[in-house]
């Protein structure tokens, strides 16, 4: 079992900048990789960003691609996405997930509960 819990999300003006984090509890932190989603109201929930367990491989939707960037620390049981150069669309509700190394949300395990991000125009 791996527990998940997001934290950094808020209100932001477009152009700005926000870091979310993911800490998790539970089987080794290493063992999984670790994606990304977001999920906007009315709409599915979509891939953002996967790391791989080790950190050397990533991987990032189009629609993020330069403006934001995924890391983890093993040592901390946490990963992170720095999220520059906000947009209103980016707004939606961020979830952290635990799985295999892909941008299919049903090959994640487990999940957090999600953390708000908005972005203002």
């Known amino acids: 079992q791996v527990q998940l819990v997001e934290s950094g999300g808020g209100s932001v003006q477009a152009g700005g900048s926000l870091r979310l984090s993911c800490a998790a509890s539970g089987t080794p932190f290493s063992s999984y990789a670790m994606g990304w989603f977001r999920q906007a109201p009315g709409k599915e929930r979509e891939f953002v960003s996967v790391?791989?367990?080790?950190?050397?491989?990533?991987d990032y939707a189009d629609s993020v691609k330069g403006r934001f960037t995924i890391s983890r620390d093993n040592a901390k049981n946490t990963v992170y996405l720095q999220m520059n150069s906000l947009k209103p669309e980016d707004t939606a509700v961020y979830y952290c997930a635990a799985g295999n190394f892909a941008r299919d949300t049903r090959l994640y395990a487990y999940w957090g509960q999600g953390t708000q991000v908005t972005v203002s125009s």
């Open positions: 790391i791989s367990r080790s950190g050397s491989s990533t």
